[in-house]
């Protein structure tokens, strides 16, 4: 079982909706991620926290709005989406806050359809 | 050229197989490389990293070419339970940031 937990794991949204993907985390871990993932493509990476501080944000619309409460919560804030943006989005840790050794522990996913 | 390219395949294998995947990857100043095993609708989870001098893990051999720029993964003696999508990952540099290839599909029959 994963230890990153993600909620909701499905969610469907209208356009003009507000809601909200968690992550939580209890192993310590430095570093925090959201990935976006769609159907048979590879994770893109979406944001990353180090240390609280938000560190790289990859260019990401701002209807996306990322926020860190503490070192083991990470929210995701969806407003005015849009139907391309269904996909899994994906939440990650890492041990340090540099990727030394590589291994990203992801949460199961929130499967966000945009109707 | 994108940053890091794999064969999507599928590769089509009985059990007991040996299947290799070649991973490119475009910056030669990459430091780190991992592979990564995602089954269907789950998350990926790290399978090995890849050192400079290849690394064995079990039935998995993982291998670093740097002059050549690709990194590979040998898997002997298939299992039905190796199906999956294999993701090739690079660290382009020292930071927090992993890009990954598009994944090989491998399939296990009986």
């Known amino acids: 079982d994963t230890e990153v937990t993600q909620t909701p794991k499905h969610l469907v949204m209208g356009m003009t909706n507000k809601k909200s993907l968690k992550c939580e985390q209890h192993m310590g871990h430095r570093a925090m991620y959201w990935y976006k993932q769609k159907a048979k493509k590879p994770p893109e990476l979406m944001f990353v926290y180090s240390y609280e501080k938000l560190s790289i944000?990859?260019?990401?619309?701002?209807r996306f709005s990322p926020e860190c409460p503490n070192s083991s919560l990470l929210n995701l804030h969806l407003h005015a989406l849009q139907p391309e943006d269904s996909a899994l989005y994906l939440c990650a840790s890492s041990q340090e806050a540099s990727i030394g050794t590589g291994e990203l522990f992801f949460g199961e996913g929130s499967r966000l359809t945009v109707l | 050229r994108k940053e890091v390219e794999q064969d999507p395949g599928p590769f089509n294998v009985?059990?007991?197989?040996t299947v290799a995947f070649n991973c490119t990857y475009?910056?030669?100043?990459?430091q780190s490389f991992f592979w990564y095993r995602?089954?269907?609708?789950?998350?990926p989870k790290l399978l090995m990293s890849v050192y400079s001098s290849g690394n064995e893990d079990g039935r998995f051999t993982a291998q670093l070419n740097r002059a050549s720029q690709?990194?590979?993964?040998?898997?002997r003696d298939s299992k039905l339970s190796?199906?999956?999508?294999y993701l090739c990952v690079v660290n382009p540099q020292h930071g927090n940031k992993l890009v990954f290839g598009a994944g090989t599909i491998l399939r296990v029959k009986s």
């Open chain 2, 82 to 85: 190796d199906s999956a999508t």
């Open chain 2, 70 to 75: 690709y990194i590979s993964l040998l898997i």
């Open chain 1, 57 to 62: 944000n990859e260019s990401v619309p701002s």
């Open chain 2, 26 to 30: 475009s910056n030669s100043a990459s």
């Open chain 2, 38 to 43: 995602q089954d269907c609708r789950k998350e």
């Open chain 2, 14 to 17: 009985p059990e007991g197989a």
